[in-house]
């Protein structure tokens, strides 16, 4: 009987993440039918094979830093298996990142700050960067990224080249890394609402 | 406690005896004689409509009650599509983001920067939430109740009435549909096991292939009335000739016996042991299917000449093939394989297309067995389909294989209105090809190095 999910979502819950995140009832309620559909172990969390299982995440060249993303910081450097798993809380979490932002939102409290704001969305984006999770990037880190990014196109000079000149351009207290207030500063012109986020169906 | 028993002894036996009686010739009038003779007497499509305003009204009600509790309502979308794509190209994405970022001249301007990862962060993430080909390993969601509680994801909002007559469908699928949907597919097999023998017996020639044919007919049209499908062909104008190639979406095990039971074909499969091989094994003395081995399926060159073998010869029967290799959940089509598409005969395309409303058909290998969705099939409400014959097509001058297979899927998802995917239906057990990732990484790549050719140029 059970081909749908093993556990419905409770109303409570609902507000919950609806609170956390700002998405909307149906949106939750489609997501999370998204993410048992993913869950194969039929558990209530992900590992990291759910998502490799995607194809189309499978083949972004950046897959693997991306599904990193939704996976709690401090377990990294213990695990040698990577049997950590994700529920649906840090599920929407993370996904929250990419809501669009809306007028109305700009003029609540400003003490909690949305997932969805702009500086989050560049955390987001400045956390793939740091493969170490030490708050910078350095050249090291700069360069296995673009390497992934291009796979074997492009000669390891060039790519060098490349990353020397991006932290040059970036670095404003010379210590050859890139911590996050040089990124947002870098990307302050970007328009980061718009390029970091997914519009959603109603 | 026994004398009490005794009179009623009698009257139970001779009720029992009776309605079997009965039931036994309402089967025989009403079902095997029109499959004998391939008429039918319309009850099937009498049923279905029933069946549609029941649905319809239990949706209402399910409306209802969500609104009283004030609630939404979970609203499957049927093609999935949650998220607005973006339509751009990637390098016109990764333009865009640049431009918006600097102010500089485009055409020397396109050389790494941060922001470029939010291009592959964005795909990435909108691939999380909803990407084109897991779902069509998983059942298609409906957007009305079918009164199946395997479909239904609303059932908070059920009222007494709506659970009335869910117990009631309950009872008339399982208390009667099914065991006389079992009771017939028992015949149909076993009637066509026993009559391909006979037939078997007689010497080759053109009785041997009428009867041969006869037969076939007679016995999947009992299994289709087994199954309680409601079939309805179009452009039977198109039907596959011998020494034909005729290619279909693959859905489940059942497109066998939908297709079969309107036309003659050569069968290509496996050899299974058990009741799958007795089976096999009876039909092919009645008319040359083509069975393997298990140690021939992996000799490509062996199977490939088998079957121009087998269409050079005109007196023998089309050839029917899967080209996708594994069931997909009727939404789309996916890759066709391109070992049939190689031996040059002409094609006949074949579109199948399941409503899901009343039963779905979709074969789930991962989660069901073969006996465990043979009764789910059975005690769905039935089987509705649309099946489509395409005209036939050739392979063209100057096209590979691969061109035309992708031809003949184009054609058969526009007709049976299915997403046409490249993707292989294989990534339901196998994990993606890392060639795949290797072309994003090189068009990526054109993108910077390409530029610093014309910084050196300039």
């Known amino acids: 009987m059970g081909s749908r999910a093993s556990r419905l979502l409770r109303e409570e819950e609902i507000e919950e993440i609806k609170k956390e995140t700002g998405f909307s009832h149906s949106q939750i309620t489609r997501l999370y039918s998204r993410f048992t559909s993913l869950d194969k172990g039929e558990n209530g969390t992900l590992s990291r094979e759910d998502f490799q299982r995607i194809p189309e995440l499978a083949i972004n060249p950046l897959g693997d830093r991306i599904i990193n993303a939704f996976f709690p910081e401090g377990y990294f450097v213990l695990v040698i298996f990577r049997e950590d798993q994700v529920n649906f809380r840090g599920f929407m979490r993370t996904l929250a990142h990419f809501r669009p932002i809306e007028d109305n939102e700009k003029n609540k409290n400003p003490a909690t700050e949305p997932l969805n704001s702009r500086t989050n969305k560049l955390l987001f984006a400045f956390r793939l960067y740091d493969l170490d999770r030490d708050d910078k990037i350095s050249r090291d880190e700069l360069l296995q990224v673009l390497r992934m990014m291009v796979g074997v196109n492009i000669s390891d000079e ?27 500063k870098v990307l302050e012109k970007v328009d980061v609402e718009q390029k970091m986020s997914i519009r959603f169906l109603h | 406690m026994e004398l009490f028993f005794n009179p009623f002894d009698n009257l139970v036996c001779i009720l029992l005896g009776i309605s079997f009686t009965v039931w036994f010739t309402l089967l025989l009038v009403f079902i ?173 020639g053109r009785m041997k292939n009428f009867l041969s044919e006869k037969v076939h007919l007679m016995c999947y049209r009992i299994c289709v009335r087994a199954l309680t499908a409601i079939i309805t062909y179009h452009d039977s104008e198109n ?89 997909i959940n009727n939404t789309s089509v996916m890759m066709f394989k391109k070992g049939s598409f190689e031996i040059g005969a002409t094609v006949y395309p074949v579109a199948i297309k399941y409503d899901p409303r009343f039963g779905d058909a979709f074969w789930n290998s991962s989660k069901f067995g073969m006996v465990n969705y043979l009764l789910r099939m059975m005690s769905s409400w039935a089987i509705v389909c649309s099946v489509w014959y395409l005209p036939p097509m050739s392979r063209e001058e100057g096209e590979d294989a691969v061109q035309f297979a992708n031809r003949v899927k184009a054609a058969i998802a526009r007709q049976g209105g299915l997403v046409d995917l490249l993707w292989d239906g294989g990534l339901k057990r196998a994990k993606v090809k890392d060639t795949f990732k290797e072309e994003q990484q090189k068009l990526y790549s054109k993108m910077l190095v390409g530029t610093q050719e014309d910084r050196s140029r300039s």
């Open chain 2, 32 to 204: 095997i004689v029109p499959a004998i003779f391939g008429v039918s007497f319309g009850i099937r499509r009498l049923y279905m409509k029933t069946l549609l305003k029941v649905f319809e009204w239990a949706t209402l009600r399910i409306e209802r009650g969500a609104k009283e509790k004030n609630h939404l309502l979970y609203k499957p979308y049927s093609n999935g599509k949650i998220i607005l794509g973006n339509i751009c190209s990637k390098d016109e994405e990764i333009k865009e983001i640049r431009r918006s970022g600097s102010n500089k001249d485009l055409d020397s301007a396109t050389e790494f920067e941060l922001s470029d990862i939010f291009y592959f962060a964005r795909r990435g993430v909108e691939s999380i939430m909803d990407d084109e080909v897991t779902k069509r390993f998983t059942a298609e969601e409906l957007k009305s109740w079918n009164l199946l509680t395997r479909s239904n994801y609303n059932f908070h909002y059920i009222s007494l009435r709506l659970t009335v007559l869910w117990g009631l469908g309950l009872l008339i699928r399982y208390g009667f549909l099914l065991p006389l949907r079992v009771t017939l597919a028992f015949t149909g097999v076993g009637l066509l096991v026993f009559l391909t023998s006979v037939v078997g017996l007689l010497p080759n």
């Open chain 2, 239 to 327: 039907k596959p000739k011998n020494g034909g190639i005729c290619v279909a979406n693959h859905t489940s095990p059942i497109d066998v016996i939908i297709l079969a039971s309107d036309g003659c074909y050569a069968m290509v499969g496996q050899i299974h042991g058990g009741l799958m091989g007795v089976i096999q094994r009876s039909m092919v003395k009645a008319c040359p299917h083509i069975w393997f081995e298990r140690s021939e399926v992996k000799d490509r060159h062996l199977v490939a000449k088998r079957l121009s073998d087998h269409v050079e010869d005109k007196s023998k029967l089309p050839i029917l093939i899967f080209p996708e290799g594994t069931c």
């Open chain 1, 158 to 184: 060039q790519l060098g080249s490349i990353a020397d000149r991006t932290i040059q351009e970036a670095d404003t207290n010379g210590d050859s890394c890139i911590s996050f207030n040089e990124f947002i």
